[in-house]
């Protein structure tokens, strides 16, 4: 799935302070928001389309089938092959 960047705005002092206690508690806040963001997700939006939206994740992320000719490939014999050498 393409993953984006947020932009948001919070007061400088907030976030230093917020960072130096988090690092305290050897927490990550980009790990944070992000549990945060899935949180608001899975509240916001219904069951049945967080699936399709997990459905279609899969489907995009499956590696695509060749396209090459259906046609059967014959084994050279044994004794042309030791020829070509």
Not at 16 to 26: F, G, P, Q
Not at 29 to 43: I, Q
Request: proline share 7%; no cysteine; glycine share 0%.
């Amino acid at each position: 799935m393409k993953q984006v960047n947020l932009t948001i705005t919070f007061d400088e002092e907030k976030l230093s302070a917020l960072k130096r206690y988090m690092s305290k508690k050897e927490l990550d806040l980009d790990r944070e928001m992000t549990d945060a963001l899935v949180k608001l997700y899975e509240k916001y939006v219904p069951a049945p389309v967080r699936e399709y939206i997990d459905e279609s994740d899969v489907a995009a992320s499956a590696p695509a089938r060749s396209r090459r000719s259906s046609k059967p490939v014959t084994p050279k014999p044994a004794e042309e092959m030791e020829v070509a050498q």
